[in-house]
């Protein structure tokens, strides 16, 4: 049984440009939360998707948009890069309905913005 | 609003030795509190996890208990390994349901000696 599979593992771009990073939940979860995990930090809430529309969001601003599938995987995407966009960005999934309150982090896209 | 506060490391202990990382917590309601765990170049995995006041979570001879009281879920070993070398993450969920954000407080990085 697959886990969370993200991709790419690592990636390279330029300040103003755009990247797209993408996650497949693990098998039987149909929610996808992503985190943004900078150096010698704890990951911080960036937003979470169910039934293909963003439920809830964290502090951060409009350049952070993402999208759902109907087979449950999901895109972030992050426009006109900054430097202090370069973070470990996490893929963490779960099953709404499940009182077991655990989600299943991937093992993350590392960006770095040169 | 939420939040989680863990002592500073890096906590550095030679093999057998008794492993405590605090972590405290500020939250409205009853939360779900979590020990995650983040070996060197890759993701979160879960540790343990307690979901109501006085609950006791363990795994692989780590513990803590969900202390209301105190507003605490102190982690512990009675005796670490090398191979529990790696950063340490306490985290909240507030709320009962699915839409509930992870809160992380900023880690506690352990080294264990021989």
């Known amino acids: 049984d697959a886990g969370v599979t993200q991709s790419p593992t690592h990636l390279i771009k330029t300040r103003g440009q755009q990247v797209t990073l993408r996650c497949s939940p693990k098998?039987?979860?149909?929610?996808v939360s992503w985190y943004q995990q900078a150096l010698g930090q704890g990951p911080q809430f960036i937003f979470q998707?169910?039934?293909?529309?963003?439920?809830q969001r964290g502090n951060f601003p409009d350049r952070f948009s993402g999208h759902q599938f109907p087979n449950y995987s999901s895109e972030l995407n992050v426009n006109a890069l900054l430097l202090g966009d370069s973070a470990l960005y996490l893929c963490?999934?779960?099953?709404?309905?499940?009182?077991?309150?655990?989600?299943?982090f991937g093992s993350g896209t590392r960006l770095t913005v040169v | 609003g939420n939040s989680v506060t863990q002592m500073e490391g890096p906590v550095t202990l030679s093999e057998e030795a008794f492993l405590t990382i605090n972590c405290t917590y500020t939250?409205?309601?009853?939360?779900?509190l979590f020990w995650y765990v983040q070996y060197p170049g890759e993701g979160l995995q879960l540790l343990l996890k307690?979901?109501?006041?006085?609950d006791k979570g363990s795994n692989k001879g780590f513990e803590a208990t969900y202390r209301k009281e105190t507003t605490s879920f102190h982690l512990e070993k009675g005796s670490v390994q090398v191979s529990d070398s790696a950063v340490y993450f306490c985290?909240?969920?507030?709320?009962?349901?699915?839409?509930?954000?992870?809160?992380f407080g900023t880690g506690t990085r352990l080294l264990v000696s021989p």
């Open positions: 307690a979901t109501k006041a006085d």
């Open positions: 963490a999934s779960s099953y709404i309905d499940k009182d077991s309150y655990g989600y299943t």
């Open positions: 098998s039987g979860h149909d929610t």
């Open positions: 985290a909240l969920r507030g709320g009962n349901t699915g839409f509930q954000k992870l809160v």
């Open positions: 939250a409205t309601g009853y939360p779900s």
């Open positions: 998707y169910y039934e293909e529309e963003e439920r």
